[in-house]
């Protein structure tokens, strides 16, 4: 039993920053991969970033440079920092926690970039 928890999504300019957060029960947050995804509406969900448990960072090309997958084991926490946003980047975002084969979804959080 895992759960997730996202916060941190909102209304912002283009050009504005915000930061994502992913809190989550269990011990098994440590040994786990994360991972941000978005997904606008009729469109498949798509992956932003991902950290592996030794913190190996991956990006989608659109947005290296302008975001940071983080994560802190002693707060079960992950995090999507963003900055210089841009209309694109509007969708709902979702952290993903996975220690094979469990996977769990967090409840997803709005961002909004508008200009």
């Known amino acids: 039993q895992v759960q997730l928890v996202e916060s941190g999504g909102g209304l912002v300019q283009a050009g504005g920053s915000l930061r994502l957060s992913c809190a989550a029960s269990?011990?098994?947050?440590?040994?786990?991969?994360l991972a941000w995804y978005r997904q606008t509406p009729g469109k498949e969900r798509s992956l932003v970033a991902s950290i592996t448990s030794g913190r190996t960072t991956n990006y989608v090309d659109s947005v290296k440079g302008r975001f940071t997958i983080s994560r802190d084991n002693a707060k079960n926490t992950g995090y999507l920092q963003m900055n210089s946003l841009k209309p694109d980047d509007t969708a709902v975002y979702y952290c993903?926690?996975?220690?094979?084969?469990?996977?769990?979804w967090g409840q997803g959080t709005q961002v909004t970039v508008s200009s």
């Open positions: 269990g011990s098994i947050f440590k040994i786990s991969s």
């Open positions: 993903k926690v996975w220690f094979t084969p469990y996977e769990y």
